[in-house]
């Protein structure tokens, strides 16, 4: 049986690919933070008991933060792939964590490759989580082949982390593939970034549980895709002889003020009613035009993304809409206003 360790397994993608890994009868490690409040909400559906008999899912504590932990779970699991996913993710908070960031999203990615240097897992492959906020305001469309011009202290650190990767591929010969993914999202996606703030708030105030929603940039423009068709892409990556890097996108591109008409509109409102600007969302230097080209991975791989722009809006509304009844019923107080 192959053995996988996913870091970050309690975070969108996380979760999805470990249904996914699970399906295609992996056993599947996954790297939890300890932390005071329940985090292993997006994978809680899948936790099987590891006294029993059959049990293909393990969790263990660790840390990118902490090396040590890192050797220890390698040298316990010695898995045939690793999913480097773990990371502080959120763009406008790296610019109020930037060094914590760097070391999350940076620097914890060479704890893990010297890790499995060290301990010679010389036919261990790995997945490494780069994105498209490494090209920033390198202009659309955006290939391989595009130079990155990060925008945040969370772009450098992923600009950091891919090079390691092609660094210790190159240096060492190991299997490294860089997945650069542009946004992709899900009724999974964490609440303070944008796609899920709007869905999640154009529900609550279709039920009159909210009256206003805060945004910051409504003009910057992504391409926005399902998180559960971007993690088949991950573990495709894996399958080829040979690590490489290779651009996840859907080739389309809409502002936010398109998602927020969509998302209101799906529920029969007008979003300008209920938005309003509040500067403090938006971000010291912002990434203006996101639109992805990945022709490659369609070619070598043969992926392609099956969820529209406009499915995947309507897939989140109708989530957000139900767990909102959930907690209208329950009595749940006023929403509140994260950073985000
Ligand atoms: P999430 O923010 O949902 O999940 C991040 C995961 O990383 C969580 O499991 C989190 O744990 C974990 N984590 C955070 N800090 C640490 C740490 N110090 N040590 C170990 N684990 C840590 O991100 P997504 O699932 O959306 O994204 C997965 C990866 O892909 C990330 O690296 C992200 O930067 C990258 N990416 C995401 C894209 C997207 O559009 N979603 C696009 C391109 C790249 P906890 O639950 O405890 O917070
Ligand atoms: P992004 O996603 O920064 O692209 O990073 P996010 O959803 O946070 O922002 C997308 C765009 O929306 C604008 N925006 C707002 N964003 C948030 N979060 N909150 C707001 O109120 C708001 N108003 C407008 C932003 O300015 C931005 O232009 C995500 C993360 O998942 C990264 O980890 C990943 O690498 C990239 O996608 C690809």
């Given at each position: ?259 927020c008409e969509l998302a209101f509109g799906h529920l029969g ?72």
């Amino acid at each position: 049986m192959r053995k996988a360790l996913i870091t970050g397994i309690t975070g969108q993608d996380g979760s999805y690919l470990a249904e996914v890994l699970l399906e295609k009868g992996y056993e599947v490690h996954g790297m939890v933070r300890r932390s005071s409040s329940f985090n292993t909400g997006r994978i809680d559906h899948l936790y099987q008991d590891p006294h029993l008999p059959g049990t293909r899912l393990f969790l263990h504590f660790g840390d990118l933060n902490d090396a040590s932990s890192l050797n220890i779970i390698l040298k316990k699991v010695r898995p045939d792939e690793i999913y480097n996913l773990g990371a502080q993710s959120h763009v406008r908070v790296s610019f109020d964590v930037p060094e914590y960031t760097a070391e999350v999203t940076g620097t914890g990615t060479i704890r893990l490759l010297e890790a499995v240097r060290e301990i010679g897992l010389s036919d261990t492959r790995i997945y490494q989580a780069s994105s498209s906020e490494m090209f920033g305001a390198s202009p659309p469309p955006q290939n391989e082949k595009t130079p990155f011009y990060p925008r945040s202290p969370y772009g450098c650190a992923k600009v950091y982390s891919y090079w390691i990767g092609v660094n210790y591929r190159e240096a060492y010969g190991m299997h490294v593939s860089n997945g650069i993914l542009f946004n992709h999202e899900s009724p999974r996606r964490g609440e303070t970034f944008v796609t899920r703030k709007v869905t999640r708030a154009a529900s609550r105030i279709k039920l009159g549980m909210q009256k206003k929603l805060y945004l910051g940039n409504l003009e910057a423009r992504r391409d926005w895709g399902f998180a559960k068709d971007y993690v088949e892409a991950m573990w495709l990556m894996l399958q080829q002889p040979k690590g490489d890097d290779y651009v996840c996108a859907t080739g389309e591109s809409h502002t936010v003020r398109e998602l927020c008409e969509l998302a209101f509109g799906h529920l029969g409102l007008d979003y300008r009613e209920f938005v309003d600007i509040d500067p403090r969302y938006y971000r010291p230097t912002e990434v203006d035009f996101l639109l992805g080209d990945a022709s490659k991975a369609e070619q070598q791989l043969g992926w392609k993304p099956r969820t529209s722009f406009k499915a995947l809006v309507s897939m989140m509304v109708e989530s957000d809409l139900e767990l909102a009844a959930r907690e209208q019923r329950a009595g749940a107080g006023p929403a509140v206003s994260r950073h985000g």
